[in-house]
């Protein structure tokens, strides 16, 4: 099966169709959404993805390392048998498949409604001109958990609708819902905010011998 990959960089793909979604909670979370993101500077976090047919049939799973710096610096590193590695200085965009012998390189998108990774790692002053943002909280036994529901504004968005999860000021859960009604449904864990990352983890050395496909 081809590889699904990673939504929050590589945005979605097909033909656009109307697919209505609730949105949830109650309007105007974008001032406490911005605050929880600013603050989030760096985050090393593991994960689990998997990706959803809009009939809720499970079509992939994968698991891996996420690690991600403002400004604009993202690497997601998904463990075999699906191996992949993407990695973005803010500027490039690096996708290396191991199984294929192949990496591509491509501008990074910084377009805020079209790449939600920018929530984690970009400027967020365009937030709320890109996105209308709605507001749950639920109460458990670990704590307050807030769900924020992020509808884009544009009509020519890649997406119809991103959900985004904190339990206090940790992510933890992050979804996304394509024009053709896929989910892909995003899960951190072990999750650290704020630590020293190496700054080497956001570049990256073709290796020798592999394809090298440019998509300017």
Not at 135 to 161: C, H, M, R, T
């Amino acid at each position: 099966m081809k590889k699904l990959l990673f939504g929050l960089l590589l945005g979605s793909y097909g033909l656009l169709v109307s697919v209505h979604l609730y949105a949830g909670g109650l309007p105007g979370g974008g001032s406490e959404l911005r605050l929880l993101l600013t603050n989030l500077n760096t985050l090393n976090t593991s994960f689990q993805q998997t990706v959803y047919a809009s009939d809720g049939t499970a079509l992939q799973q994968t698991s891996g390392q996420l690690q991600a710096a403002r400004p604009g610096k993202v690497r997601w590193q998904a463990e075999p048998p699906m191996e992949q590695l993407l990695v973005s200085d803010g500027e490039t965009l690096w996708i290396y498949d191991p199984d294929l012998e192949q990496v591509t390189i491509k501008p990074f998108d910084q377009d805020l409604s079209k790449t939600p990774a920018i929530l984690f790692i970009g400027n967020l002053d365009t937030l709320e001109q890109s996105y209308t943002i709605y507001i749950e909280k639920v109460y458990i036994e670990q704590g307050e958990v807030v769900n924020f529901s992020l509808i884009p504004i544009a009509d020519n968005s890649l997406y119809e609708k991103v959900t985004l999860s904190f339990t206090g000021k940790t992510p933890t859960t992050m979804a996304l819902w394509d024009s053709l009604g896929q989910k892909t449904e995003i899960n951190f864990s072990h999750t650290a905010l704020n630590d020293p990352l190496d700054p080497a983890l956001f570049s990256f050395e073709p290796p020798e011998g592999v394809d090298i496909l440019r998509d300017e």
